[in-house]
């Protein structure tokens, strides 16, 4: 019984995935950084973008549509932006009256809208083929000789760690109460709402508990084999001059996106 | 593959109404381990039978077959009921799955509610679900610990009254994955007692083969996800070959 639902890691062999994490986490914060930066309606810079995230998908061997399949989780957070459609600034282009409230979408919100959607759309399918072409230790590792506060990344690691041992958990819990969840003909099972709710949160509360006496012994075992707040990895992540010329690429056409956008 | 051996055909008992059917059961983990490569066998009512094999031979899985959790390719019947998602409320009334560690089976903040939760669930009146908690825990002789938190029992105690969880719903076949796994002796006798006086059938998957041997008059063999012998279990226990094949040791 083992949740591998939250590794998005994606064994191939490619150049992508051979890559210095370090290169890839920088370009990917450069790229988003990128996104964000470019004006609202440059549509033209925005079709480069998603071109260049194209030919990443081509590079990792995963798909050209790799992270298109997988973009869609972001969607729902895209309806913060929805309120941009009516702008106060731009020309009014309906009026759409829904009792008290009046709604005035305008030009310049639609552009901004659409934009916001485009920016965090690519920007999320950069974030999953970061995670999808590096392991995650190497990715904490990345983060380390980036000089990222260490106690954040370890407060990742261990996340990252615990939330596999807390599904399993959850999964063992879920399994018994299915296991004992039964009916006799003629009879409704199930009780109420209430009851259910009751057996929910003891679950909830035995989740806790178990969970937290389970990480204190995972991780008094971790230090008895001499964990010291550093993750290894066996990988010795050396800088290749080819690493260098692929993040220096990488920074030229992100400079090469914002030129076109711009002007 | 798996040696297989001549064994003595064991007799099934004439019986009308098997408890258990199991036909062809075929089973994939989704990584594509396979765990069962075609399982058949018959449980007749009053049955006491132990599963043994070794390490990953399937019985863990088998086990979570009969009540439905997993579902591969084959015919499960119970008590002539086949099994089928409609049905598996009803299948789940019937087979009383008792996990190999009790923390997994055991969810409820006390006693009381967790050997409850079954009947309640079932929909059953509170005098009745009163009614079956008292004589569920008196079976594995728990009495005194309905009010305890489970949380803070000892490994047999834990055992007991998981094994209390599943009695509380009458089941007509009882599955027991490990039961002596982790318990010091005398945690251990009071279980194989418990066991012989249960008049329930059962299917034990076990590596402990003196327990086999006191309790159960038949034994079935799994390795590498198939039924290698399946008879009686003095003629079994004799046969020093069979049981080293498997990586089993007589007692």
Known sequence: MHAEIFDRFH?????????????????????????????????????????????????????????????????????????????????????WSLGPLVLIPTDYGVIKFVSILLRSWISVQAAI????????????????????????????????????????????LLRARDSRSAAEP?????????WRACVAGNMAGQLFL???????????????????????????????PS??????AAIFILILLQLVGRF | MPVTHPVKKYEFPECEGDVLHVNDLHFSYPDGHVALRGVSLRLCEGDKVALVGPNGAGKS????????????????????????????????????????????????????????????????????????VDSALEAVRMS?????????LSVGEKKRI?????????????????????????????LIHLLRDLPITMLVSTHDMRLVQELFPRTIVMDDGQIVADGLTMDILEDEKLLEAHGLEKG
């Open chain 2, 61 to 132: 899985t088998l086990m979570l077959h009969l009540n439905g959790i997993l579902g591969g390719g084959g015919e499960i019947e119970i008590g002539g009921l086949r099994l089928s998602p409609d049905r598996l409320p009803a299948i789940r009334a019937m087979v009383g799955l008792v996990f190999q560690n009790p923390d997994d089976q055991l969810f409820s903040p006390t006693v009381f509610e967790d050997v409850a939760f079954g009947p309640l669930h079932m929909g059953l009146p509170e005098d009745e679900v009163r009614a079956r």
């Open chain 2, 144 to 152: 005194a610990y309905k009010e305890r938190l489970s949380h803070h």
């Open chain 2, 162 to 190: 998981a094994i209390a969880t599943v009695l509380s719903m009458n089941p007509k076949l009882l599955v027991l994955d490990e039961p002596s796994a982790g318990l010091d002796p005398r945690a251990r006798r009071t």
């Open chain 1, 186 to 194: 003629g009879r409704r099972s199930g009780r109420n709402v209430v």
């Open chain 1, 11 to 95: 064994e191939a062999e490619s150049r992508l995935h051979r890559l210095d994490p370090r290169v890839k986490v920088v370009v990917t914060v450069l790229f988003i950084l990128s996104n964000a930066l470019l004006p609202d309606g440059a549509w033209a810079a925005f079709g480069l973008s998603w071109l260049v995230l194209l030919g990443w998908n081509a590079l990792s061997r995963l798909g050209v549509d790799f992270t298109f399949r997988r973009s869609f989780v972001a969607l729902p957070f895209a309806l913060a932006a929805v309120s941009a459609i009516f702008s106060p600034i731009g020309k009014p282009l309906a009026d």
């Open chain 1, 210 to 240: 178990r969970s937290y006496e389970r990480s204190d012994r995972i991780y008094n075992a971790m230090l008895a084999r001499g964990y010291d707040g550093h993750l290894r990895t066996l990988n010795p992540h050396v800088l290749h």
């Open chain 1, 129 to 172: 083929l970061l995670v999808a072409v590096t392991r995650f230790p190497d990715m904490i590792h990345a983060f380390e000789h980036l000089r990222v506060p260490g106690v954040l990344t370890t407060i990742v690691a261990f996340l990252y760690r615990y939330l596999f041992v807390l599904t399993d958990e959850v999964m063992r």
């Open chain 1, 243 to 248: 690493d260098w010329a692929y993040g220096a």
